[in-house]
């Protein structure tokens, strides 16, 4: 071969003399071949696909100056390459010639050839760029010009010195065409590395600058930094986000996925139908399995239930009977790109990552071997350099890729879901819920999206372990094996670890759902608990719990940290094995440098796979329910779309013949051989008795029923009233308008017809207002006529109303029959069907159709069917009963429809919740009575919350006063966490402990040095006893140091963790108690003011944080920020030069730290602000499917949920982004590291052993794994201490006045029971206005008071306990004023009866006596008196029975009792009455009065009444 070569270049082709010199350079021959022929292969590699884009018809870009320059530049070099060519013919042919001469050598011909071809092809691959749409550069041309110019520079310099040598140009025309090829070459290069941005993609990439990012920017990731700079100015919002790429818009995606679904899933039905036709063999065990039937049922056969045999086999069948396995093929037809590229990206990864152990062997011999030259070293240096910032590019991509992948799947999925929702056939929407619909989304979606992430290391995995096991064998022969048992035994200990732990969760959660019942039971009855001045009883049985509960988390704490010190031992021990038994084996073996670090580098790559196989195949598991779940949901039947006709040659405007429907194929026909034919603009009534099948008779019109037999044909488009308003979570407006297009003329007549006018004055947007999910700011007869409202707006031709009269009031009914639905309504000209139980329409309407048991039975005009004494007239007896007093009430508005009466109405009560028949406009009035007098109720006790929408976009409250809003906004807090919350999460630890594990984690890092010093010092004995016998007890002192260091570290770990695990459970009781006891003693104005549902989080959300997530990110943040202090440490030791580089990387990782935890921290909280309406948007529409079906919309639904899901994805995908952008940033850091460090001991390698070598790159090598995970975990320290930090907000709350003063009231007060208010004056917030304006009265001594009045009466009772202090003036109950007592002193001698009778969840004993300051006997005789004592008798456990949360297993007048029996229980000398008996029947609160007549005669007693016989028998 290299003779062949040697005749072609004309010279020596390869001298290993070449090499071994200290200045080494290359033979000209392999300059001239291999050199050349490198580039120009991967050039021509890269050319078919470059020149079959020239073949597509593409749209013409523009020229622009750069294309023109880059094709110019490559024409020059094809001129150059001519020019070589030329000269070297003239030389051996020209007229000058030498014909005696020696011709040139063959490679001076074909080289110009070559190089002539290849310029053209590059200038055919840079026209064929210039076609591609979109594309601004060429990343396989960049690599070639960068390969060109690297390859060129070896004949650059040998050119350059021979000519210094020999101080003469020898070749000069050569000389000359070389070098400004060369130039133009690196002209070339710097042109291939800039964008080429056509117009198009400038407009596109102001909204996505990912569009114009070149080769090198698209590597690194750089094209990304616009968007964390503004993260780190400012927190990101929505608008910042970019647009997605049109490849991972959703559109795109589903639409390649539902293609190749459709064909899998035609596949995946034929295959199930031969299984089903396979014919059946007498033997039903032999084709058990044949038809689908899975073992267990055969194995349940056997049991011998004959009975449920038949039932089991059948369902069994269905249940396997439906077309499976086709889910994984479709998502890997549809992705096999991505997949494909991102194996590819992790094949080439996992080679490399053995690359690096190679090199560090070779690194050690050269420093081993002081006779090398120095230029192998820093080659050496270099090739670690490339090769690790190869494997991180490389692996960045790979990642990319996999999450991209995982979010498209994610995408498809849910897409996928949402589209067969629209169109599931009711057998289909049987079998799973609304809720199972969206877990399918939500759940099953997200598990494809984190096992995507994985998937390759199915195969990556075995593939890293047996290469790693190769290599360690090639190091150190048999005694791998030893290492690796160590680490295959480690699998089971840590299995059955996670097990226990699994265990010791479940007993946690028990415990934390205890508590947080009775902190809800707390929060529900704090105004009680302040009365009685409880809360110090309720204090401390959440303590109790609270105990328990740490109990367990200090067990589990302990059990982690024996995994911990497991995990920390496990490298050690490994070596450990592996050396042991390799010094041991033999004599002969000698652990030198090479093989210790090599194999702790190999065994360092193992770790990783090792410890992902357990938790891969869990995911698997996961994945595979969910896949069962995912193929059953969308293999269902749709609905059949043939069903109805839309023939508009017909006569008639709807017709059935015939039809015999059923709502599921297996089911009894709800409709039997129904005909029908509507002419067009008719009104035509249904009616039937409740169960008839009047709404299935719609439904079957619809398409939404099953057909048996039978035709439909309709004319025209349909609209559709549901029974059950549907409401979407929009504006009322877009209610109506649903997708239309706005027309303000008919907008308005339709709302003035539907009777919302009044409505829209209520809301405080009018018709912008938000209605919430499911319309929960409308009461049942607003939805109804919005629904109403909805249909009359589409303006269709056949309108399907079901029953929309019933849920609004009667007069209201009326006024739509007539505006709307009858022959003077809008829809006079309309085809309209109407089911009804109204029967005061029925004579107004053209035809009525009678259903009975689902035939018709007559059809009709109303006088003939009344006279024709059939089902109807049966029908009008049982209706006419129930209206005929309606009727009466109704006749004389009738006639004047006039809609005044709604002005007239009484002002009765508030208006009841959703849903009721009592409607909203009929309670014009009364709401805005209602609505007054709240207002007046919060201002006096602040418990009426106006529920404001999220997004009421009226101008009208932006003028809010300060005192208006009850509810304030909860503050989300932004930027970066302050210091003092570190320090007060520390502070709670305890100093000393944390002081303590720190110091354990810092000796069991410097034993880990240590260990790693003395294993590089036992090498230095292989140079030492060189071809010496090894002394054994050497050999045993090394073997057993390297030992003790290795568990040492183990111990070290073990303590530290034990320590941080007592601290962070210290400071778990410390944040909880101090939250505890702070909420109890905050005012009464406080809760008033806040959802209970916040303080709830705090102690449930932010209390688990505290709990579970912040020691562990606490932890694993000490160890990474040691472990790279550690690693710095022993490279400086090795090569002190390296402090030198040390300073400016620290500050630049500091740098990209910080901008990356600001931008992740709120694109992350993008992510789950944008994801919730994805789930919100499917709901609705699974509600609302059979109105969208009937309005044909399913295309805009699928559109809007399309774009829900892409505004969801603008956050997700840059996200993905920032941490390849920070992984690149931080790896580049770490290379950088190796790369010094190897460097510096080439640098000093006569001063350095080959053990300290090796020590310091091996730990080098490693330092980017741990500095990613330092970013990692700071950013989830930050993330998850904010916790404390909200935990603080609400321990800093200003508290009430003490409980416990100085001032002791003596211990029979008050004896009498005089009170004297001495010009009281109150207001509710200092910024409010005067309540009680200045009162001043006596009250003697047993005296009986009942207190009357618009508003003030309560807040009176409230001062007299101080829930609200005065702001001037005095109260004093005999002769002590109450403003110097402590409050529990004061609550404790007075007693209420509250307005609502408000129990805790425990016992009954515990309800009256939560101190165990009464024996039973007084127990028993308070229930006497309070009438309870027969019913506590008769239950099971007597005093101990459980009651239910709010005491809801007791009736209300049985709480109302207990609470007279806490009252008498108490007896002191003042009795408050806050109108007790408004929630009792009059038996009961005969019972109470006579009570508290006989026994509080004694007492001073207020009643604070509303109703005045209650009051008849006070003093005054």
């Not at 998502?331 to 090199?359: H, M, N, R, Y």
């Not at 007896?1467 to 408004?1478: F, G, N, P």
Request: glycine share 6%; aromatic share 10%; proline share 3%.
């Amino acid at each position: 071969m290299s003779a062949a070569l040697e005749e072609y270049c004309g010279s020596i082709f390869w001298n290993a003399s070449y090499l071994e010199s200290p200045d080494p350079d290359l033979p000209i021959c392999v300059e001239q071949t291999v050199l050349v022929w490198l580039p120009l292969a991967f050039l021509w590699l890269c050319a078919p696909w470059h020149v079959a884009n020239l073949c597509k018809k593409a749209a013409k870009a523009p020229l622009s100056k750069l294309y023109i320059s880059k094709q110019v530049v490559s024409g020059l070099l094809f001129l150059t390459a001519i020019a070589e060519l030329a000269l070297t013919l003239a030389e051996d042919y020209g007229p000058s010639s030498d014909s005696s001469a020696q011709k040139h050598p063959a490679v001076l011909y074909t080289n110009p050839v070559l190089f002539a071809v290849s310029w053209i092809v590059v200038m055919l691959c840079q026209e064929s760029v210039r076609r591609r749409p979109r594309a601004v550069d060429s990343g396989s041309l960049f690599v070639f010009w960068l390969l060109q110019v690297l390859c060129a520079v070896f004949q650059f310099q040998t050119l350059l010195r021979d000519a210094l040598n020999k101080e003469e140009i020898a070749d000069l025309p050569r000389f000359c065409l070389f070098y400004i090829s060369y130039g133009l070459q690196l002209i070339a290069w710097v042109l291939s590395a800039i964008a080429d941005v056509s117009p198009e993609v400038k407009r596109i990439s102001q909204m996505n600058p990912e569009a114009r990012a070149t080769f090198l920017s698209r590597i690194t990731f750089n094209w990304f930094n616009s968007m964390v700079i503004k993260g780190y100015k400012r927190p990101l919002v929505q608008e910042d986000m970019w647009d997605l790429n049109e490849k991972d818009s959703s559109q795109a995606i589903c639409q390649g996925f539902e293609d190749i679904m459709a064909i899998e899933l035609k596949k995946a039905r034929s295959s199930l139908q031969k299984k089903r036709n396979k014919p059946k063999t007498k033997d039903g065990h032999q084709n058990g399995l044949a038809k689908g039937v899975s073992q267990d049922v055969l194995v349940m056969e056997e049991t011998g239930k004959k009975k449920e045999k038949k039932k089991k086999k059948k369902k069994k069948d269905s249940e396997s009977e439906y077309p499976n396995s086709w889910l994984v093929p479709t998502i890997a037809k549809t992705f096999k790109g991505v997949l494909l590229e991102s194996a590819f990206f992790k094949l080439i990864q996992d080679l490399l990552s053995f690359a690096s152990p190679q090199l560090l062997k070779l690194m050690i011999s050269f420093t081993q071997d002081k006779s090398s030259h120095a230029w192998t070293g820093y080659l050496y240096a270099v090739l670690l350099l490339v090769v690790a910032f190869l494997q991180s590019v490389i692996l960045q991509q790979y990642f990319q890729r996999c999450f991209i992948l995982g979010m498209k799947v994610r995408t498809a999925l849910m897409a996928a879901v949402y589209k067969k929702a629209l169109v599931v056939s009711n057998d289909s929407r049987k079998e799973s819920t609304a809720g199972e619909i969206v877990n399918l989304m939500s759940a099953d979606a997200q598990r494809f999206n984190d096992v995507t992430n994985f998937i390759h290391l199915l195969w990556s995995c075995p593939l890293q372990i047996a290469l790693a096991i190769a290599f360690l064998w090639i190091e150190l022969g048999p005694s791998v094996l030893a290492g690796l048992l160590v680490m295959v035994l480690m699998v089971p200990i840590n299995g059955w670890l996670a097990t226990k732990s699994r265990s010791f969760q479940m007993e946690n959660m028990k415990f934390k759902d205890k508590r947080m019942k009775i902190v809800n039971d707390i929060l529900n009855g704090i105004k009680v608990l302040k009365y009685y001045a409880w809360e110090s009883s309720f204090e401390a049985q959440v303590q109790e719990i609270r105990e328990q509960e740490l109990k367990v988390m200090r067990k589990f704490a302990y059990l982690s940290s024996v995994s911990t010190f497991i995990f920390s031992c496990a490298p050690a021990i490994v070596s450990l094995a592996t050396f042991a038994v390799f010094v041991s084996v033999s004599p002969d073996n000698i652990l030198d440098a090479e093989k210790a670090f090599t194999s702790i580098s190999l065994f360092n790559i193992l770790r990783f796979p090792l410890a992902m196989l357990p938790q891969l195949i869990s995911i698997m598991v996961q994945t595979a329910v969910s896949k069962k779940r995912l193929e059953k949901f969308l293999s269902g039947d749709d609905l059949d779309t043939m069903a109805i006709a839309r023939d508009d040659s017909h006569s008639a405007a709807v017709s059935m013949t015939d039809g015999t429907y059923a709502w599921e194929r297996e089911t009894e026909p709800v409709l039997k051989n129904v005909s029908l034919d509507i002419k067009p603009g008719r009104l035509v009534a249904v009616v039937g008795a409740v169960g008839s099948g009047k709404t299935s008779l719609i439904s079957a019109l619809l398409g939404e029923l099953h057909s048996l037999k039978g035709r439909i044909n309709i004319k025209g488009s349909v609209a559709f009233v549901p029974q059950q308003a549907w409401i979407q979570n929009a504006t009322l407006k877009d209610n109506v308008l649903f997708g239309s297009d706005v027309n303000e003329e008919r907008y308005r007549s339709v709302v003035e017809g539907c009777a919302l006018g009044p409505d829209l004055d209520l809301l405080p947007g009018r018709d912008q207002t938000e209605i919430g999910e499911k319309g929960i700011n409308l009461s049942g007869g607003q939805k109804q006529r919005v629904s109403l409202a909805r249909a009359v707006y589409s303006s269709a031709d056949v309108y399907f109303l079901d029953d929309p009269l019933s849920a609004v009031d009667s007069h209201v009914g009326k006024h739509l029959f007539e505006r709307v639905i009858g022959p003077k309504g809008l829809l006079k000209d309309k085809t309209r069907i109407l089911v009804t139980h109204g029967i005061s329409f029925l004579p107004y309407v053209d035809e009525i159709v009678v259903l009975v048991n689902g035939v018709v039975s007559e059809v009709g005009s109303y006088d003939g069917l009344r006279a024709s004494k059939g089902a109807f007239s049966e029908f009008l007896e049982t209706y006419g009963k129930d209206e005929s007093s309606n009727a009466n009430a109704n006749k004389a508005s009738a006639q004047e429809s006039d809609f005044e009466q709604i002005d007239m109405l009484p002002e009765g009560l508030e208006p009841q919740a959703d849903g009721s028949p009592e409607d909203i406009v009929s309670s014009t009035l009364k709401r805005e009575n209602s609505l007054r007098h709240s207002q007046r109720h919060s201002k006096q006790n602040g418990s009426v919350s106006l529920r404001k929408n999220s997004s009421v976009r009226s101008k009208k409250d932006s003028g809010d006063k300060k005192g208006q809003r009850l509810i304030e906004k909860e503050a989300m807090e932004t930027g970066r966490v302050k210091f003092s919350v570190y320090l007060q999460y520390l502070r709670s630890m305890g100093w000393c402990l944390v002081t303590w594990s720190f110091l354990f984690y810092f000796i069991q890092n410097v034993a880990i040095i240590g260990q790693n010093v003395w294993l590089s010092d036992w090498t230095d004995d292989s140079v030492e006893y060189f071809n010496t016998t090894y002394p054994n007890h050497i050999r045993d002192t090394r073997i057993g140091v390297f030992g003790a260091l290795g568990v040492a570290q183990g111990f070290l770990v073990f303590l530290g963790t034990i320590l941080l695990a007592d601290g962070s459970i210290s400071a778990s009781r410390t944040l909880h108690t101090s939250l505890l006891s702070n909420i109890l003693k905050v005012p009464m104005m406080f809760f008033d003011t806040t959802p209970s549902g916040r303080i709830v989080n705090r102690f449930a959300k932010d209390i688990f944080t505290v709990d579970e997530m912040i020691p562990m990110s606490f932890r694993s943040w000490i160890l990474c920020l040691l472990g790279v202090l550690g690693t710095l440490f022993v490279i400086c030791l090795a090569t002190p030069i390296f402090t030198a580089v040390v300073v400016p990387m620290a500050v630049i990782y500091y740098f990209v730290q910080r901008f990356y935890v600001a931008t992740s921290r709120q694109l992350r909280r993008l992510d789950s602000v944008s994801r919730s309406p994805i789930y919100s948007h499917f709901g609705e529409t699974v509600s609302g499917l059979s109105v969208i079906r009937a309005y044909g919309h399913q295309q805009r639904f699928l559109k809007q949920n399309e774009d829900t899901i892409d505004q969801n994805l603008k956050s997700v995908y840059p996200w993905i982004v920032s941490n390849r952008w920070l992984a690149m940033r931080l790896e580049s850091l770490g290379n950088l590291v190796v790369f010094f460090s190897a460097l510096f001991a080439v640098i000093s390698r006569d001063s350095l052993n080959s053990g300290l070598v090796g020590l310091s790159i091996s730990y080098a090598l490693n330092v980017t794994q741990t500095l990613n995970w330092l970013v990692r975990m700071t950013s989830e320290l930050e993330t998850n201490i904010v916790a404390v930090e909200r935990v603080r907000e609400y321990v800093e709350i200003k508290n009430e006045a003490p409980w416990i003063t100085t001032n002791h009231p003596p211990d029979d007060w008050p004896t009498d029971g005089n009170i004297h208010f001495e010009n009281y004056k109150v207001r509710y917030r200092p910024e409010l206005e005067l309540i009680l304006h200045g009162i001043t009265c006596d009250i003697q001594s047993t005296e009986k008071i009942g207190l009357v009045g618009r508003t003030g009466k309560s807040s009176l009772t409230n001062c007299l306990f101080r829930i609200i202090e005065a702001s001037e003036g005095q109260i004093l109950v005999d002769g002590i004023d109450i403003s110097t007592l402590g409050l529990h002193d004061l609550r404790s001698r007075l007693t209420i009866i509250p307005q609502d009778p408000v129990l805790f969840s425990g016992t009954l004993r515990m309800n009256l006596d939560p101190f165990e300051k009464s024996s039973d006997e007084e127990i028993w005789t308070v229930l006497e008196l309070a009438h309870l004592k027969d019913y506590v008798r008769g239950l099971p456990t007597g005093l101990q029975h459980e009651v239910s949360e709010g005491g809801e297993n007791l009736s209300v007048g049985q709480r109302q009792l207990l609470c007279l029996a806490r009252a008498l229980l108490r007896k002191s000398r003042i009795l408050i009455l806050d109108e007790a008996t408004a929630a009792v029947d009059l038996e009961t609160d005969d019972l109470i009065q006579n009570t508290i007549r006989t026994e509080f005669s004694h007492c001073t007693v207020l009643t604070i009444a509303h109703r005045l016989n209650t009051i008849l028998d006070s003093s005054r």
